[in-house]
């Protein structure tokens, strides 16, 4: 499992992605699922991946490559014009690894499928955010749905739902987003820190900041101290339920 | 989907499940997933359901059937000297309801499989509260695991594990309940509306209070408006983040 999520604000973009990956409980490991791919003043790209581990290496290392040599840049992700197209070449890699191993005879479902959250800024156009599916296909956030989350999602979501700003500040946004993935490493063994965090703002293209929060991390340790008692406080804030009757009523 | 909880406190036991059945999105219905039986004043025997609605009504039924007739009565739920035995009995109910289907070719995993949590309390012990499984095996609640919850059980389990306390009220109880479910119906069309709740008291033998919430209940209003607020604040009540270093590191 894995958490990530990528959030589309007014200010910018902001992604944050735990490391853990696990082939079971007693196989447990270390990995960053967040890269970035940027011409510096002209495009920011940044990738965060959930899903089989080989295959979301492998879909990095075949857009890293074909970036790479000038010859092989078309299609590539640091010169399409588009972050639509982007997304489209991100999916098509994406499809082209599932289905080199898909048909081999595994039978648990998706076996090898990976959920990637793909967002970025071409100079001439807005900052744009996407989920792409293991399938390939992909969705764009929007003002109604401002924000996407991928791997161990539900935990960690109202909150998300409830707290979460377009207008909200950078340092808010990395807040919420650590108060959400804090409920989500309490409930499942397999999301965990560190933390990898990473803002982008509008219009600057170039990576804004970019860092590794570990466990031993002041701030975190305050957010996860501190969050239980907010909680505990907010529920207390809540009017006192009273039963309707006082006499037990006769069960069925 | 559904979504139920049962909790241990000190003081007694707490019930409180969903009424919204559905197969799929475009064949949603209501039913009552809380049963109980119980001989005033010796014992009572409490039954949330999640799962399969023809298998849950099924061992509901059959339950239901053999402690009717006194002459069937053995063994009966409401003849069996333990918690651990009507346990048992449940289960065993189960996995016969399970198995006259599953082998008929249905290919979808457990597509007849259920999750129930049953609590209650037979005089001369003290309450009980059990989570048994599609197997027919079950697990019993301790200090350490305090409570249950079946169904659609990922979105309202932050808030359990966070402001659950043995020594509660049945009053706040139920406020916690109200949150846990707020956050899941939010998220999950298949969990909804009206509410069914029901509290027993330790060593009183008989349910102490039971009523039905629906949408429109003035208190459940003020929960679910409230809590966005309350968390918003508790959010708010955290230290704020600073970003480590003021210059943007290099991404990879």
Known sequence: MTYCIGLRLKKGLVFMSD???????????????????QK?????????????????????????????????RSPSILEAPSMFQIASIVGDTLREVVKTYAPDGQEAASPFG???????????????????????????????????????????RPILVRAYDPEMSFEDAVKLMLVSFDSTIRANLAVDLPLD????????????????????????????????????????????????????PKPE
Chains 1, 2 share one sequence.
Request: glycine residues 8%; contains cysteine; proline residues 6%.
């Open 114 to 156: 990976a959920t990637l959250i793909l967002g970025g800024q071409i100079k001439g156009s807005e900052p744009r955010l996407f989920l792409i599916y293991p399938e390939g296909n992909f969705i764009e956030a929007s003002d109604d749905a401002p924000f996407f989350q991928s791997g161990e999602t539900k935990y960690g």
């Open 19 to 37: 490391t853990r990956t696990n082939a079971g409980v007693d196989d447990i490991s270390q990995v960053c699922k967040l890269k970035t791919w």
């Open 197 to 248: 965090v990473q803002v982008y703002e509008a219009d600057s293209f170039v990576v804004t900041a970019q860092q590794r929060i570990h466990r031993t991390d002041p701030y975190f340790q305050q957010i996860t101290n501190g969050w239980g008692e907010a909680l505990r406080g907010a529920f207390q804030s809540l009017p006192d339920f009273q039963f309707a009757s006082p006499e037990p």
């Open 40 to 72: 510096p003043g002209e495009r920011v790209v940044t990738l965060l991946t959930a899903g089989n581990l080989a295959t979301t290496q492998a879909v990095v290392s075949l857009l890293d490559e074909r970036s790479k040599a000038p010859e092989d």
